[in-house]
């Protein structure tokens, strides 16, 4: 059934109010009177609604049934990554992300990041449509942030109120993932921060261990800067229970 | 440093002799005589080799060590996936499947492909050239096999030679993946089967019930056909030890 995030303010009695490019959507997609959609308030509860107007600016819906929905994961995971060279492996990042469950994607510099970080933030508009399409597609419950914290002191902010912190490394002594997912089975919140094309400068990891974050080999291969993070999300995300 | 796959033949007495494209990328890459590289034998041996000798057609380095490719998995896994439509997603499936650990991947037709199947032996060429590129970049010890089955029937052919099958159906009833996976820890062979756009048929479903495979959830979330293999693939290596 397709679906789409509306502000919960559009449905009222009833009755959801669809318009824009909402509205657009439904009808490039073609749906008609006595059609259904899930309507997602982007806060986890799902409305499936019966089509009862389809103009070209607004389309009504009659709320049929209320449910949580379902596909929300019970762990809140944020991917940090190195922002890679090039639009696509940016953006596959936050498709596939957003698909194997990702709460919040959000992009860095550190010291071997090829791409340039000049002015990211005028890409977060294209970045968060793209999540909302992915999100819509997947069937998630909420629409994940993306978001540019700028560089790598910024993403140890973020991940210190995290319940897990794993630190993808190449190099050096690292934990197993094995054992640091072994037991952390019932957390609620994490983060996995995963490095650009280079990877991380040796006192980067230093840095994440001095604040505490488990820095973590996945392995003998060498996966790529958009690879790693699906990877290591993959592997949380069927540890904690949500692949199943 | 940087990883080719040699022939075993062009290995002798302690010297390896790369020529064509292999003694191209070598120029490409622009390393000369006392450069390092690892030569891979694609069965799993490596031998780490510096440079004597960089001409147009030929180079030459000494056999320095021989050691056993680490970067190979412990259980040998082909990934079965219905025929996407476009090539983006079929070479994406084959560079992530390879950089994850596969060890073959094979493309088939079932019922709700939307991609043309017409002659898709005429890219198999290019499939096994972007598993072998793939498998320098991850630092594999094989360069994994690309091949194509035809329809379903014969996929089933490959998957009965394995320790396990995995089928992956978006509804009815299904086992969990944890509680497969979990009592096969200890597999020495996998095949994971996935669907193309549209999923598979509920007969399809019922077919690898029939001949013994798990028909397994990965979860609420919609994965695309392009994302199910990978992230089913990370969630394998990662509970045979793998990915540590």
Redo the contacts between chains.
Sequence with gaps: MPKFFIAGTNIRGGMAIMKGRDAEHVRVLRLRPGDDVILCDGEGTDYKCHIVLADRDEVQAEVVEIVPC??E?SVSVTLLCGLPKGNEKTEYIIQ?GV???ASEICFFHSTYCVAKADEPEKKLERWQRIAEEAAK????GIIPSVFWTGELADVFNVVLKKDLGLFMYEAGERE????V?ESSRSIRSAAIVTGPEGGFAPFEADLARAVGMHVC????????CE?AP??AL??L???T????
Tied chains: 1, 2.
């Design positions: 379902k596909a994961p596939k698909e194997a469950g597609q997947s069937g998630r197993s993932l094995n054992s997912l080999s996945m392995g003998e291969r060498i996966l790529r690879t699906i990877v993959s592997a995300m069927y540890t229970g949500n692949l199943s």
